[in-house]
Protein backbone atom coordinates (compact mmCIF):
# COMPACT_ATOMS: atom_id res chain seq x y z
CA UNK A 1 0.00 0.00 0.00
CA UNK A 2 1.39 3.61 -0.79
CA UNK A 3 1.22 5.43 2.49
CA UNK A 4 1.11 9.27 2.90
CA UNK A 5 2.64 10.12 6.38
CA UNK A 6 2.24 13.45 7.84
CA UNK A 7 4.29 14.67 10.90
CA UNK A 8 4.80 17.82 12.40
CA UNK A 9 6.00 18.16 15.70
CA UNK A 10 8.57 16.20 17.98
CA UNK A 11 6.11 13.92 19.71
CA UNK A 12 5.59 12.95 16.03
CA UNK A 13 8.54 12.59 15.14
CA UNK A 14 9.32 10.01 17.92
CA UNK A 15 6.16 8.33 17.02
CA UNK A 16 7.46 8.15 13.24
CA UNK A 17 10.60 6.39 14.18
CA UNK A 18 8.97 3.83 15.73
CA UNK A 19 6.70 3.35 13.73
CA UNK A 20 8.94 3.59 10.31
CA UNK A 21 10.77 0.52 10.43
CA UNK A 22 7.96 -1.70 10.32
CA UNK A 23 5.90 0.53 8.27
CA UNK A 24 8.14 0.52 5.47
CA UNK A 25 8.84 -3.24 5.72
CA UNK A 26 5.34 -3.72 4.78
CA UNK A 27 4.82 -0.69 2.43
CA UNK A 28 5.31 1.77 0.46
CA UNK A 29 5.71 5.18 2.41
CA UNK A 30 5.49 8.79 1.33
CA UNK A 31 6.86 10.99 4.96
CA UNK A 32 5.87 14.52 4.94
CA UNK A 33 6.83 17.13 7.32
CA UNK A 34 4.72 20.38 7.89
CA UNK A 35 7.45 22.10 9.59
CA UNK A 36 4.79 22.99 12.83
CA UNK A 37 7.82 22.06 14.82
CA UNK A 38 10.05 24.20 12.39
CA UNK A 39 13.38 25.16 14.12
CA UNK A 40 16.58 22.48 13.82
CA UNK A 41 16.33 22.56 17.80
CA UNK A 42 12.49 21.07 17.96
CA UNK A 43 12.97 18.79 15.64
CA UNK A 44 16.02 18.81 12.74
CA UNK A 45 18.42 16.46 15.33
CA UNK A 46 15.65 13.77 15.67
CA UNK A 47 16.03 12.43 12.33
CA UNK A 48 19.49 11.62 13.08
CA UNK A 49 19.75 10.57 16.80
CA UNK A 50 16.48 8.58 15.80
CA UNK A 51 17.13 7.58 12.69
CA UNK A 52 14.01 8.74 10.76
CA UNK A 53 14.53 8.92 6.81
CA UNK A 54 14.68 12.92 5.41
CA UNK A 55 10.94 13.68 4.65
CA UNK A 56 9.76 13.17 1.15
CA UNK A 57 8.08 16.49 1.28
CA UNK A 58 9.07 19.50 4.11
CA UNK A 59 6.29 22.23 3.94
CA UNK A 60 7.79 24.42 5.75
CA UNK A 61 4.55 25.51 7.71
CA UNK A 62 5.47 26.91 11.46
CA UNK A 63 3.63 29.66 13.88
CA UNK A 64 0.74 32.03 13.15
CA UNK A 65 -2.44 31.25 15.07
CA UNK A 66 -4.02 28.06 14.93
CA UNK A 67 -6.80 28.42 12.54
CA UNK A 68 -4.08 29.90 10.20
CA UNK A 69 -1.72 27.35 10.60
CA UNK A 70 -4.14 24.22 9.50
CA UNK A 71 -5.58 26.41 6.78
CA UNK A 72 -1.58 27.26 5.52
CA UNK A 73 -1.10 22.99 6.05
CA UNK A 74 -3.86 22.10 4.52
CA UNK A 75 -3.63 24.41 1.30
CA UNK A 76 -0.12 23.05 1.11
CA UNK A 77 -1.30 19.53 1.65
CA UNK A 78 -3.86 19.15 -1.28
CA UNK A 79 -0.88 19.18 -4.35
CA UNK A 80 0.89 16.59 -2.67
CA UNK A 81 -1.92 14.43 -2.07
CA UNK A 82 -2.73 14.76 -5.82
CA UNK A 83 0.78 14.56 -7.00
CA UNK A 84 1.38 11.20 -4.59
CA UNK A 85 -1.87 9.73 -5.17
CA UNK A 86 -1.94 7.52 -1.29
CA UNK A 87 -4.04 4.68 -0.86
CA UNK A 88 -4.19 6.25 2.73
CA UNK A 89 -3.10 8.92 4.68
CA UNK A 90 -1.60 8.19 8.33
CA UNK A 91 -2.00 10.87 11.13
CA UNK A 92 -0.36 10.96 14.52
CA UNK A 93 -1.48 12.28 17.96
CA UNK A 94 -3.55 15.37 18.31
CA UNK A 95 -1.76 17.94 17.25
CA UNK A 96 -2.36 21.10 13.53
CA UNK A 97 -0.59 18.68 11.13
CA UNK A 98 -2.90 15.70 13.00
CA UNK A 99 -6.36 17.45 11.50
CA UNK A 100 -4.70 19.08 8.90
CA UNK A 101 -3.59 15.53 7.41
CA UNK A 102 -7.13 13.97 8.17
CA UNK A 103 -9.01 17.05 6.75
CA UNK A 104 -6.41 16.13 3.31
CA UNK A 105 -7.52 13.07 3.33
CA UNK A 106 -11.51 13.59 3.69
CA UNK A 107 -11.45 16.11 0.98
CA UNK A 108 -9.51 14.31 -1.55
CA UNK A 109 -11.57 10.71 -0.59
CA UNK A 110 -8.44 9.61 0.69
CA UNK A 111 -8.92 6.65 3.77
CA UNK A 112 -7.55 8.18 6.46
CA UNK A 113 -5.54 6.28 9.52
CA UNK A 114 -5.20 7.62 12.95
CA UNK A 115 -2.39 6.85 14.82
CA UNK A 116 -3.43 7.00 19.09
CA UNK A 117 -7.31 7.28 18.19
CA UNK A 118 -9.60 7.44 21.12
CA UNK A 119 -7.98 9.67 23.70
CA UNK A 120 -10.29 12.03 25.54
CA UNK A 121 -9.43 14.73 28.36
CA UNK A 122 -13.09 15.87 27.92
CA UNK A 123 -12.14 19.14 27.92
CA UNK A 124 -12.97 21.00 24.57
CA UNK A 125 -11.03 24.03 25.97
CA UNK A 126 -7.90 22.37 24.83
CA UNK A 127 -6.98 22.53 20.88
CA UNK A 128 -5.76 19.18 21.24
CA UNK A 129 -8.60 17.85 22.12
CA UNK A 130 -10.73 19.15 19.31
CA UNK A 131 -7.68 17.77 16.52
CA UNK A 132 -7.95 14.16 18.01
CA UNK A 133 -11.74 14.04 17.72
CA UNK A 134 -12.33 15.25 14.58
CA UNK A 135 -9.60 13.08 13.33
CA UNK A 136 -10.96 10.12 15.02
CA UNK A 137 -14.36 10.76 12.85
CA UNK A 138 -12.91 11.15 10.17
CA UNK A 139 -10.53 8.24 10.04
CA UNK A 140 -11.30 4.96 8.35
CA UNK A 141 -8.37 3.01 10.78
CA UNK A 142 -8.31 3.84 14.54
CA UNK A 143 -4.95 3.18 16.16
CA UNK A 144 -6.66 3.08 19.98
CA UNK A 145 -3.24 2.66 23.04
CA UNK A 146 -5.73 1.83 25.55
CA UNK A 147 -8.90 0.17 26.38
CA UNK A 148 -10.00 3.23 27.65
CA UNK A 149 -9.56 4.27 23.90
CA UNK A 150 -11.19 1.99 22.95
CA UNK A 151 -14.11 2.45 24.87
CA UNK A 152 -14.30 6.61 24.56
CA UNK A 153 -14.66 5.55 20.76
CA UNK A 154 -17.59 2.80 21.28
CA UNK A 155 -19.44 5.94 23.36
CA UNK A 156 -18.95 8.18 20.42
CA UNK A 157 -20.51 5.81 17.86
CA UNK A 158 -17.11 4.21 16.29
CA UNK A 159 -17.00 0.45 16.42
CA UNK A 160 -15.29 -0.04 12.80
CA UNK A 161 -12.45 -0.01 11.96
CA UNK A 162 -11.13 0.84 15.55
CA UNK A 163 -7.78 -1.78 16.34
CA UNK A 164 -6.03 -2.36 19.97
CA UNK A 165 -2.42 -1.73 19.51
CA UNK A 166 -0.96 -0.69 22.34
CA UNK A 167 1.28 2.42 22.71
CA UNK A 168 3.62 2.77 19.77
CA UNK A 169 5.91 5.36 22.14
CA UNK A 170 6.48 2.64 24.44
CA UNK A 171 8.06 0.55 21.44
CA UNK A 172 10.29 3.09 21.30
CA UNK A 173 11.40 3.68 24.70
CA UNK A 174 12.06 0.20 25.22
CA UNK A 175 14.37 0.07 22.71
CA UNK A 176 15.98 3.67 24.30
CA UNK A 177 16.10 2.81 27.89
CA UNK A 178 18.57 -0.07 27.80
CA UNK A 179 21.05 2.54 27.16
CA UNK A 180 20.63 4.80 29.69
CA UNK A 181 20.09 3.10 32.65
CA UNK A 182 23.55 3.38 33.93
CA UNK A 183 23.74 6.20 35.55
CA UNK A 184 27.20 7.14 34.28
CA UNK A 185 24.96 8.59 31.39
CA UNK A 186 24.54 11.81 33.24
CA UNK A 187 28.21 12.98 33.21
CA UNK A 188 28.31 13.43 28.89
CA UNK A 189 25.04 14.79 29.40
CA UNK A 190 26.34 17.42 32.20
CA UNK A 191 29.54 18.48 30.20
CA UNK A 192 26.71 18.96 27.40
CA UNK A 193 24.32 20.90 29.39
CA UNK A 194 26.93 23.34 30.88
CA UNK A 195 27.55 24.87 27.51
CA UNK A 196 23.30 25.46 27.10
CA UNK A 197 23.51 27.37 30.51
CA UNK A 198 26.98 28.78 31.15
CA UNK A 199 25.59 31.47 33.72
CA UNK A 200 25.83 28.01 36.13
CA UNK A 201 28.04 27.27 39.02
CA UNK A 202 29.38 23.70 39.83
CA UNK A 203 27.14 21.69 42.12
CA UNK A 204 27.67 18.77 44.31
CA UNK A 205 24.22 17.80 44.97
CA UNK A 206 21.57 17.26 41.46
CA UNK A 207 22.76 20.15 39.61
CA UNK A 208 24.63 23.77 40.05
CA UNK A 209 22.79 26.73 41.77
CA UNK A 210 23.02 30.04 39.89
CA UNK A 211 25.39 31.98 39.94
CA UNK A 212 26.70 35.55 38.66
CA UNK A 213 29.12 34.86 36.50
CA UNK A 214 30.56 32.01 33.99
CA UNK A 215 31.17 28.44 35.42
CA UNK A 216 32.71 25.38 33.70
CA UNK A 217 29.95 23.43 34.15
CA UNK A 218 27.81 21.67 36.58
CA UNK A 219 26.93 18.22 37.71
CA UNK A 220 23.84 15.72 37.84
CA UNK A 221 23.66 12.87 40.03
CA UNK A 222 20.87 10.51 40.14
CA UNK A 223 18.00 11.89 42.10
CA UNK A 224 19.38 15.36 42.59
CA UNK A 225 17.45 17.15 39.91
CA UNK A 226 14.07 18.05 39.15
CA UNK A 227 13.30 17.61 35.09
CA UNK A 228 10.56 20.15 33.95
CA UNK A 229 8.49 20.30 30.64
CA UNK A 230 5.82 22.83 29.76
CA UNK A 231 4.74 23.26 26.25
CA UNK A 232 -0.10 23.07 26.31
CA UNK A 233 -1.18 26.27 25.29
CA UNK A 234 -3.12 26.11 28.51
CA UNK A 235 0.26 27.27 30.23
CA UNK A 236 1.14 29.84 28.09
CA UNK A 237 -1.47 32.73 29.36
CA UNK A 238 0.00 34.94 32.10
CA UNK A 239 -1.59 33.76 35.09
CA UNK A 240 -0.56 29.67 34.02
CA UNK A 241 2.92 30.98 33.39
CA UNK A 242 2.75 32.34 36.84
CA UNK A 243 1.17 29.47 38.32
CA UNK A 244 3.56 26.62 37.19
CA UNK A 245 6.65 28.89 37.47
CA UNK A 246 6.07 28.73 41.40
CA UNK A 247 5.48 25.31 41.27
CA UNK A 248 8.85 25.36 39.71
CA UNK A 249 10.74 27.45 42.02
CA UNK A 250 8.97 25.37 45.48
CA UNK A 251 10.61 22.34 43.89
CA UNK A 252 13.87 23.69 43.38
CA UNK A 253 14.22 23.87 47.42
CA UNK A 254 15.76 27.49 47.21
CA UNK A 255 18.21 26.04 44.15
CA UNK A 256 19.75 23.23 46.43
CA UNK A 257 17.84 21.18 44.60
CA UNK A 258 17.66 22.40 40.60
CA UNK A 259 14.74 21.94 38.46
CA UNK A 260 15.78 21.66 34.56
CA UNK A 261 13.52 23.02 32.18
CA UNK A 262 14.46 22.55 28.57
CA UNK A 263 11.65 25.08 27.09
CA UNK A 264 9.97 24.92 24.45
CA UNK A 265 10.20 28.08 22.17
CA UNK A 266 6.38 28.87 22.49
CA UNK A 267 7.10 28.71 25.91
CA UNK A 268 9.89 31.22 25.93
CA UNK A 269 8.10 33.45 24.07
CA UNK A 270 4.97 33.11 26.70
CA UNK A 271 7.39 33.69 29.78
CA UNK A 272 9.40 36.72 27.89
CA UNK A 273 5.75 38.18 27.21
CA UNK A 274 4.66 37.63 30.55
CA UNK A 275 7.75 39.34 31.82
CA UNK A 276 8.11 36.49 34.13
CA UNK A 277 11.46 36.10 36.49
CA UNK A 278 13.32 32.85 35.96
CA UNK A 279 12.95 31.87 39.88
CA UNK A 280 16.40 30.62 41.30
CA UNK A 281 17.51 26.99 40.88
CA UNK A 282 15.60 26.76 37.76
CA UNK A 283 17.52 25.73 34.82
CA UNK A 284 16.44 27.23 31.28
CA UNK A 285 17.36 25.06 28.28
CA UNK A 286 17.12 24.46 25.14
CA UNK A 287 15.06 21.79 24.00
CA UNK A 288 16.97 18.01 23.96
CA UNK A 289 17.40 14.89 21.82
CA UNK A 290 15.04 12.19 22.84
CA UNK A 291 17.78 9.83 24.47
CA UNK A 292 18.94 12.77 26.56
CA UNK A 293 15.64 13.29 27.68
CA UNK A 294 14.76 9.71 28.62
CA UNK A 295 17.56 9.73 30.64
CA UNK A 296 17.11 13.07 32.63
CA UNK A 297 13.79 11.62 33.53
CA UNK A 298 14.89 7.99 34.52
CA UNK A 299 17.44 9.46 37.13
CA UNK A 300 15.10 12.36 38.25
CA UNK A 301 14.12 12.81 41.46
CA UNK A 302 10.73 13.79 39.74
CA UNK A 303 9.37 14.83 36.43
CA UNK A 304 6.71 17.69 36.21
CA UNK A 305 5.05 18.30 32.83
CA UNK A 306 2.12 18.77 31.02
CA UNK A 307 3.16 16.65 28.17
CA UNK A 308 0.90 13.43 27.19
CA UNK A 309 4.83 11.82 25.87
CA UNK A 310 6.34 12.63 29.13
CA UNK A 311 3.08 11.43 31.79
CA UNK A 312 3.49 7.97 29.69
CA UNK A 313 7.82 8.22 29.90
CA UNK A 314 8.14 8.71 33.58
CA UNK A 315 5.13 6.02 34.27
CA UNK A 316 6.89 2.86 32.36
CA UNK A 317 10.02 4.30 34.56
CA UNK A 318 8.25 4.51 37.73
CA UNK A 319 9.51 8.06 37.77
CA UNK A 320 7.24 10.23 40.30
CA UNK A 321 5.44 12.63 38.02
CA UNK A 322 3.07 15.82 38.82
CA UNK A 323 0.83 16.37 35.62
CA UNK A 324 0.50 20.16 35.45
CA UNK A 325 -2.87 20.14 33.35
CA UNK A 326 -6.44 20.11 34.67
CA UNK A 327 -7.31 16.68 33.05
CA UNK A 328 -5.13 13.88 30.91
CA UNK A 329 -6.19 11.87 28.24
CA UNK A 330 -3.64 9.16 29.97
CA UNK A 331 -6.05 8.18 32.33
CA UNK A 332 -4.50 4.08 32.25
CA UNK A 333 -1.03 6.25 33.24
CA UNK A 334 -2.17 7.78 36.42
CA UNK A 335 -4.28 4.65 37.09
CA UNK A 336 -1.65 1.98 36.54
CA UNK A 337 1.01 4.23 38.57
CA UNK A 338 0.67 3.59 42.40
CA UNK A 339 0.17 7.09 43.17
CA UNK A 340 3.40 8.22 41.56
CA UNK A 341 1.77 9.99 39.04
CA UNK A 342 -0.63 12.66 40.10
CA UNK A 343 -2.60 15.35 37.78
CA UNK A 344 -2.14 18.39 40.06
CA UNK A 345 -2.95 21.32 37.70
CA UNK A 346 -1.24 24.90 38.77
CA UNK A 347 -2.22 24.17 42.43
CA UNK A 348 1.08 25.03 44.15
CA UNK A 349 0.43 24.01 47.46
CA UNK A 350 -0.55 20.21 46.40
CA UNK A 351 2.01 19.90 44.04
CA UNK A 352 4.94 21.05 46.96
CA UNK A 353 3.06 18.36 49.24
CA UNK A 354 2.92 15.48 46.47
CA UNK A 355 6.66 15.90 45.59
CA UNK A 356 7.07 16.24 49.31
CA UNK A 357 5.86 12.59 49.13
CA UNK A 358 7.18 11.19 46.00
CA UNK A 359 10.45 12.43 46.04
CA UNK A 360 11.41 13.51 49.86
CA UNK A 361 15.17 14.92 48.97
CA UNK A 362 17.26 12.67 51.65
CA UNK A 363 15.58 9.26 49.90
CA UNK A 364 15.16 10.70 45.91
CA UNK A 365 19.01 9.42 45.28
CA UNK A 366 18.50 5.94 46.67
CA UNK A 367 15.07 6.26 45.34
CA UNK A 368 16.57 6.81 41.37
CA UNK A 369 19.53 4.35 41.54
CA UNK A 370 16.95 1.34 42.23
CA UNK A 371 14.68 2.53 39.66
CA UNK A 372 17.23 2.39 37.00
CA UNK A 373 18.59 -0.52 38.19
CA UNK A 374 15.00 -2.13 37.88
CA UNK A 375 13.63 -0.95 34.88
CA UNK A 376 13.04 -3.52 32.69
CA UNK A 377 10.63 -1.74 29.54
CA UNK A 378 9.15 -4.04 26.91
CA UNK A 379 8.44 -2.87 23.64
CA UNK A 380 3.98 -3.18 23.35
CA UNK A 381 4.36 -4.48 19.85
CA UNK A 382 2.30 -1.64 18.13
CA UNK A 383 3.92 -0.72 15.16
CA UNK A 384 3.94 -4.30 14.16
CA UNK A 385 -0.18 -4.10 14.91
CA UNK A 386 -0.31 -0.72 13.11
CA UNK A 387 1.99 -2.27 9.62
CA UNK A 388 0.05 -5.28 9.89
CA UNK A 389 -3.78 -3.97 10.16
CA UNK A 390 -2.89 -1.50 6.85
CA UNK A 391 -2.34 -4.98 4.70
CA UNK A 392 -5.95 -5.09 4.34
CA UNK A 393 -8.57 -2.72 2.89
CA UNK A 394 -9.85 0.00 4.97
CA UNK A 395 -13.64 -0.35 6.29
CA UNK A 396 -16.46 0.41 4.16
CA UNK A 397 -17.10 3.77 4.80
CA UNK A 398 -20.12 4.77 7.31
CA UNK A 399 -23.29 6.51 6.05
CA UNK A 400 -23.56 9.90 8.22
CA UNK A 401 -27.45 9.45 10.46
CA UNK A 402 -26.47 13.24 12.10
CA UNK A 403 -26.09 11.69 15.94
CA UNK A 404 -23.34 10.37 17.67
CA UNK A 405 -24.49 6.73 16.57
CA UNK A 406 -23.48 7.33 12.53
CA UNK A 407 -20.58 5.19 13.16
Same mark, same amino acid.
Given at each position: ???????????????????? !??????????????????????????????????????????? =????????????????????????????????????? &????????????????? =????????????????????????????????????????????????????????????????????????????? #?????????????????????????????????????????????? /?? =???? +?????????????????? !????????????? +?????? /?????????????????????????????? #?????????????????????? =??????????????????????????????????????????? !??????? +????????????????? &?????
Amino acid at each position: MRILSVVGTRPQLIKAAALQ !PALRARHHEVFVDTGQHWDDAMAGSFFGELGLARPDHGLGIGG =GGRADQIGRMLTALVPVVEAEAPDAILVYGDTNSTLA &GALAGAAAGIPVAHVEA =GLRSFDRSMPEEVNRVVADHLSAWLFAPTPTAVANLRAEGIVDGVVPVGDLMQDLAARVVREVRDPAVLGPIARSLS #AEAPGLAPGSGGASAPASGPASGFALVPGGYVLATVHRAENRDPAA /VA =GWLS +ILAAAALGGSRPVLLPLH !PGTREAVEAAHAP +IPDGVV /VLPPLGYRTTLALQLHAAAVLTDSGGVQRE #AAWLGTPCLVLRRATEWVEAVA =GSGGSMVVVGLDAARAADELARLAPPDAAPALAAARAGAVDLR !PAGAAEA +IAAALDGPPPAPRAADG &GAGAR
